[in-house]
Every structure is written in C-alpha cells, then in structure tokens.
C-alpha cells in the first residue's frame, strides 16, 4: 500500500523540465570526472529529520501532516520504516541514517529498549534484502534522554558513562546487522556549562577511553564502519568539547586515536563555529581525515542550528571543491541532515525538499568539476605562490635554509615587492563557473 500516494518515481528530466517532482541536473548515471553521479554523491536521508520531526519549534508543537501519523510506540515504529523505504525508492537515494532512538521507542529498561530495537532493526533488515538501499552510518541518541543531563561519555556520572558505553555497544551490533558504512558520533552533550563544577581533564580522558572502547569492540565483533566524528560548537551544550574540525582533529592526535577516525563535517556545524564549510571540509582534507558530510545550511541572520536543505549553489559548489579534490568521500557520503521549514507541512514537501539538495550539490560537483578541470584555482596557488618554487622560497621549502642564510639573503636587498591577491577578479572568474 502506497503512503506517498500520488507521487511516482523521481525522474531526472534536464533543465528544461518545469515538473517540479523532476530532477533538473541529478542525474545518477551521468559521468563526471570519471565516476557515476551517483556514487560520487553517495546520497543519504536523515531519518530522523525527514520520518520523525514533525516541525516542532521552542514556541509550538509540530505542524507536519504525515501519513503515519496516528499510530504510537512500536506500531508507529514499524510505519515509519514502511514510509521510508517507500520514499528512498521513489526518490531514488540509495542510502539512509538514522539514531538508535529515531527507529524504535524507549522501554522501561535497557534490554526492553534493546528489543524493541531488534524488532524494527529485523524489519528494516528484510526491507533491505530486496532495496537497494543501504545503510550509510547510524548512530546513538545520547543527548535526548534526561539521562545524559551531565553528557554521555563527558558525564560527571560513572553509571551514565557504562548506560552510554551499553548504547553504543548495541549500535554497533545494530551497524554490523544492517552493514552501516559507517559509525558516527556527534557529541550532542559532550561539552561543559561552567568550568566551576567541570573536571575538564578527566572529562576529555574519559571521552578519549569511551572511544578508544567502541573501536575495540568494533573490531571484537568484526564491525569494519569507517568511525566518524561530527564537530560542532555549541547547542545543546554551551561549549561542545569537538568544537570544529581542527579541535577535533587535535583532540584525535593527542589521544592516538586518529588512525581509526576521520570527520563528519556538517555544513551548519561550521558556521556556527564562525568557520564556512568550504574551510572545515578543507582543514578535514589537508589532514587526511575528511570522511563524510551533513549537507545542509544555517541562516546568517540567525545564530542557531536551523538544518535548512542546502540550496546555496556557491557554498555547494565549494564544499564539492573540497570533496572532488579529497578524490571524493570513500565510505562516506552526503547525508541531507536538514529539514523542511515548519510551514513546509505536506509530506510532498520532503521530496521538493530532497530533490532541491540533490539538484543543488549535482550542479556543485558539475562546477567544481569544471573548476578542476580548468586548473581555474590551481592556477590561482601556483601564481600567488610562485616564489616558493624557486630560488630562496625553494631553500625554505625544500629545508635548506636556516636563520642565518635568511638574513644573508635578505639582509642588503632593500624594500620587498609584493603582488595583488587580486580577490574580485578570482570572485568574479568564480562565478562564470558557478552560474
Ligand atoms: C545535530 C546533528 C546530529 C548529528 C547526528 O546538530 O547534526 O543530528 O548529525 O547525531
Ligand atoms: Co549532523
């Protein structure tokens, strides 16, 4: 039985088409650079967003009009998957994410809630047996629960640290069922308030510990996920300790865990750490650690996480920049971490919403491509850095140069000439390719 009914599978139909259930530039199969659409995308759905927020707001209830609606607990568990695979399929998106918490209600206790899981993790299971659909990377909720009121793996609680450790032991069986991608963990209360009542040494050890556990366990099990870490700054916690990606990054070296590790960059985590995207993808790249993306984009006129779908086609196009340049995601992917604006109620609204994200990161990497093929940026570096190539700036780079032999070359030389960083001209060379 349809739930979506009324609505077909997705087609691309070129830019001509004004069926706004169409898609005007994706176009799976197209080869860009080499590779497939498709799997240079590695596109995903957030179940959470897009099956279980009904556009609620700190000012009033949800206003969706969902067609599982009705139903609660397990029932409403089960129509949801129901719903969602129907969706992937018409939508043609071959991947999908979820938390633990999204999939399957809470029970009274931790083994209640486990089964709970297991029965819509079967069904989900059997779903998968004939969609092509796979599971990019799930997650555990901890951050939801008053439980983790002090954090998860940060808590100043022992006895909340083992219920999270538990958590995310079952998350990873969840992941080896269902052949997750990958792992992901965005620390939603892994922060502080106050350093008046925070051990911050020993919350940061323990965070470190808590890792260093599940990739143990991972390998116990035979779980082979690539392990993600989602930075942001803030919300909920007023000072996340994966503040951005070169925090984080830091954070991975000092403990020794960045061999098992890599990033989850979220295009609104990054600015609202007063970063773009485009810098936190490249700090992920330049440090071979840039994993996957939460495509989505804040709002600059506000200072929260508003998850809207990513229709910004210039910050698009220098995220997949970023992307094409890293030789795409690996086991990674983009996972549309977004959701439709609260008087978006329909449910048709999900596919404008996925369609419009689609179509806007398959122009970015048709751009970035070009851009890439042109050498437009490359030729940018190579000209502004010139004299790093010859020369004294060739005995700087290449070690042969000390303070000393500094001096001696420039000490008699006189005034030095700089060159224009000839910023509006790039600008503008920038949007023949974006536009
Ligand atoms: C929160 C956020 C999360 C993570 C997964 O801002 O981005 O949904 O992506 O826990
Ligand atoms: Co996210």
Not at 45 to 64: I, L, M, N, Q, R
Not at 126 to 152: C, E
Not at 253 to 274: C, P, Q, S, V
Not at 275 to 292: A, D, P, Q
Request: aromatic share 12%; glycine share 8%.
């Amino acid at each position: 039985m349809s739930v979506f009914q009324g609505i077909g599978k997705i087609q691309y139909e070129g830019k001509q088409s004004k069926n706004p259930l169409a898609f005007k530039h994706y176009n799976p199969d197209e080869i860009v650079l080499g590779r497939r659409m498709e799997d240079y995308l590695r596109f995903a759905v957030a179940y959470w967003h897009t099956f279980v927020g009904e556009g609620s707001d700190p000012f009033g209830v949800g206003t969706a009009i969902r067609p599982w609606q009705g139903s609660n607990g397990l029932d409403l568990a089960k129509r949801r998957v129901e719903a969602s695979f129907e969706f992937y399929e018409k939508l043609g998106i071959p991947y999908f994410c979820f938390h633990d918490r999204d999939i399957a209600p809470e029970g009274d206790t931790l083994r209640e809630t486990n089964k709970n899981l297991d029965v819509i993790v079967g069904m989900m299971k059997d779903y998968m047996k004939t969609s092509k659909v796979k599971l990019l990377w799930n997650t555990a909720n901890m951050f939801t629960n008053p439980r983790f009121v002090h954090g998860a793996a940060t808590s100043s609680n022992a006895e909340v640290f083992a219920y999270a450790a538990a958590q995310v032991k079952k998350a990873l069986e969840t992941g080896l069922e269902l052949g997750s991608e990958n792992y992901v963990f965005w620390g939603g209360r892994e922060g502080y308030e106050s350093l008046l009542n925070t051990d911050m040494k020993l919350e940061l050890d323990n965070l470190a510990r808590f890792l260093r556990m599940a990739v143990d366990y991972a390998d116990e099990i035979g779980y082979k996920g690539q392990f993600l870490i989602e930075p942001k700054p803030k919300e909920p916690s007023k000072h996340q300790y994966d503040f951005d990606a070169a925090t984080t990054i830091a954070f991975l070296k000092t403990y020794g865990l960045d061999d098992r590790f890599k990033l989850n960059i979220e295009a609104n985590h990054a600015t609202l750490a007063g970063h773009t995207f485009e810098h936190e993808l490249h700090v992920s790249r330049i440090n071979g650690m840039l994993g996957s993306i939460d495509a989505n984009q804040g709002d600059t006129l506000l200072g929260w996480d508003t998850d809207e779908f990513p229709t910004d086609l210039a910050s698009v196009t220098l995220a997949m920049y970023e992307i094409v340049k890293n030789d795409g995601l690996g086991s990674g992917g983009v996972n549309f971490d977004a959701k439709v604006r609260r008087q978006s109620f329909d449910a048709e609204d999900l596919f404008y919403a996925h369609i419009a994200g689609m179509d806007t990161f398959a122009r970015g990497l048709k751009a970035a491509a070009r851009l890439i093929e042109e050498r437009v940026l490359d030729q940018v570096l190579e000209e502004r850095y010139e004299s790093f190539r010859s020369g004294i700036g060739l005995e700087i780079v290449s070690g042969k140069a000390d303070f000393k032999s500094l001096e001696a070359y420039i000490i008699d030389k006189g005034e030095i000439q700089n060159k224009s960083g000839r910023l509006e001209q790039i600008r503008s060379l920038l949007n023949e390719y974006i536009f």
